[in-house]
């Protein structure tokens, strides 16, 4: 059994009667003490390792309220389209990634950001086919709502000309012959998904079992996963070999609400390692493709008011079963219409949830009307969101929804009227690294340092109540009590040291601050130079 002393920096325990102290020890999976540095040391003896931080920063280990962590490690082996500048450069990236491979291959791609593109300018399957006329494509966009796909995988998928958008999609076509373009959106996506073959189940386990690593570099230590049932039993043979080292709450795809409830599974089942989560469901799109739904139609589009990816009345009735089955809802919306909508559904259930002590969340909450902020906190509805994002959304926020960008990204007025935020990534669609986050909810900039003065700085959090929004509200949001989240007596020992102090640093030197050491329940999962 680990025996840890910690001394020598600052010690921040998230704990609202104790937030810093100097000394921390830890006994195996739990934390012993917190406080001065006489009385810690009083607690211990000569079986602890003294670990002296030399200045440096140790918080509770961060979690990651909202992640695709299966595509995120799967991704790893897929073409990275990242910063290609236009589509004739993605299209070369994925010509390169077919050196060598069999006609009939799959290529599997994302990252691709028409919002970087001249003119914003959309993608066609001719790029494609010009690179791949015997295999199938399909490349995600950076925000994972919209397809682009090639001729072969339209044919594959059984897409024509007269094949019907589906409800909550749109198969993009040419004005003039009405060919499917290759692009696809929202639930349309998945026409071309479903044919995509499945990789193999060890491939899955062995690809997360990587991303693991990957997330404790960061100093994560859990996560919220938002994905299937494939994702789970990864996490579920992982958990029975003894290799999972995340602690990890997985929430339900709609598709799966029936088996739920007929199993008579309910939210926060599990063990301190893996347990049921949420509903997930979707009210709208994304900001970056522009399906997010909104009150009023886009900055310069009178015909585009985004996507309703569910209509309000079928998301209000799978609410409501949920509820009854005592499963909490955690409901994807972004734009402001969207996100009225589900306040107003949980508001229909308020009563029903408070019976059933279940706690809802939206995820993203990007764009609010100023009317809607209070009603988070008077309907104890938790804000899931991800700051980062704002590293790159900007530029995209500031053109296609103007002057609402006011109410983008709300995070001080969210925490003056008393929600809980919850920070995540929303990873592979962001970095997971919550300092890069941090940065975000500060900064409010784009790591270039623009704008000087921050986007709309009257949102700006501290740098504690950014650090409060990656563990405590997590832990809130998953109902994980005392154990995770802060560090104090009987808690978890999860915990990661940084760096430096991010607490002093210059909000514009946050992203120099990097995780050198991360401990989950007392075990160092990754350890550099501490």
Partial sequence: MKRYLFTGGKVYTAHSRQPFCEALACVG???????????????????????????????????????????????????????????????LRVGKALEGA???????????????????????????????????????????HVLWVNTMSLRLAGIGLDTPDPAGGEIARDEGSRQATGVLKESAVDMVARVIPEPTFDAVTSAMESGQAELHRLGIAGIHNMEDALAFGAFQALRNSGRLKLRVTQAIPRENLDDAIDL????????????????????????????AYLLTPYEGNEE????????????????????????????HAIGNRANRDVLDIFESVKEESAARHLRHRIEHAQLLHPEDVRRFADLGVIASMQPV???????????????????????????????????GSDAPVETPDPIRGIYGAVARRQLDGTPDSGWY?????????????????????DG?????????????????????DIFAVPATDICDVRVVGTLVGGEFVYRDGV
């Fill in 29 to 91: 999976r739990r934390v012993i003490a917190v406080g001065s540095k006489s009385d810690v040391a009083s607690m211990t003896d000569h079986t602890f390792e003294r670990i002296d931080l030399q200045g440096k920063a140790l918080v509770p280990a961060f979690i990651d309220s909202h992640i695709h962590f299966k595509f995120y490690s799967m991704c790893q082996a897929a073409v990275n389209l990242e910063g290609a500048r236009d589509p004739n450069e993605a299209a």
């Fill in 102 to 144: 069999k006609p009939g291959t799959w290529v599997l791609g994302w990252g691709w950001n028409k919002n970087d593109w001249p003119q914003g300018k959309s993608p066609n399957r001719s790029y494609l086919d010009a690179v791949a006329p015997r295999n199938p494509v399909a490349l995600f966009s950076k925000d994972l």
């Fill in 264 to 291: 008579g599974l309910g939210t926060g089942f599990g063990d301190e390692w893996l347990k049921v989560g949420p509903v997930k469901l979707f009210a709208d799109g994304a900001l970056g493709s522009q399906t």
């Fill in 304 to 331: 585009n008011s985004g996507i309703a990816v569910t209509p309000k009345e079928e998301l209000a009735e799978l609410v409501g079963r949920a509820v009854l089955a005592g499963l909490s809802c955690s409901i």
């Fill in 389 to 423: 994002q704002i590293l790159t959304d900007i530029p995209i926020a500031e053109k296609h929804w103007g002057r609402r960008s006011r109410w983008a990204y709300a995070f001080r007025s969210l925490t003056k009227a008393g929600t809980t935020l919850a920070f």
């Fill in 457 to 477: 700085p009257e949102e700006r959090l501290t740098v504690e109540e950014a650090v409060r929004a990656y563990c405590v509200g997590p832990a809130v949001a």
């Fill in 480 to 500: 994980a009590g005392h154990g995770s989240g802060i560090l104090s007596p009987g808690s978890y020992a999860d915990i990661a040291i940084l760096s430096g």
